[in-house]
């Protein structure tokens, strides 16, 4: 809660107790969700694979998130068939789970059912 209320006063800047459009649009402009559901997962892999090889290497996908910060973490996570590189696909899918993470959710209860068969 703390933190809410600490991220809330730091983004209200003009200290009137509710956002305007300004503010508001600055908030979610430092959202990972927010601002990668601005492109599609097409216009991003696209954007990211710097060597037009078709695959993003790990730093691709850190040049694509804006930050190294936990990007092994990130990688494995989006390299569903562990083969080192991620197509299209592979990141089609990542991106979709950082913007509805309800899917990602989905997807890991679905697996654990499967495995429980």
Same mark, same amino acid.
């Given at each position: 809660? =703390?933190?809410?209320?600490?991220?809330?006063?730091? =983004?209200?800047?003009?200290?009137?107790?509710?956002?305007?459009?300004?503010?508001?649009?600055?908030?979610?402009?430092?959202?990972?969700?927010?601002?990668?559901?601005?492109? =599609?997962?097409?216009?991003?892999?696209?954007?990211?694979?710097?060597?037009?090889?078709?695959?993003l290497s790990k730093e691709e996908l850190a040049d694509l998130l804006g930050s190294k910060a936990h990007i092994d973490v990130f990688f494995k996570r989006a390299d569903?068939?562990?083969?080192?590189?991620?197509?299209?696909?592979?990141?089609?899918?990542?991106?979709?789970?950082?913007?509805?993470?309800? =899917?990602?959710?989905?997807?890991?209860?679905?697996?654990?059912?499967?495995?429980?068969?």
């Open positions: 809660m =703390t933190f809410l209320i600490s991220s809330f006063s730091k =983004t209200d800047r003009d200290r009137s107790g509710g956002l305007n459009l300004k503010e508001f649009s600055a908030f979610l402009g430092k959202v990972k969700w927010w601002n990668m559901s601005r492109k =599609t997962p097409e216009q991003w892999f696209k954007g990211s694979d710097k060597d037009s090889n078709e695959v569903k068939n562990s083969s080192g590189d991620l197509d299209q696909k592979e990141v089609s899918a990542f991106i979709n789970e950082l913007i509805f993470p309800s =899917t990602r959710a989905k997807n890991i209860r679905k697996t654990k059912s499967k495995g429980q068969n």
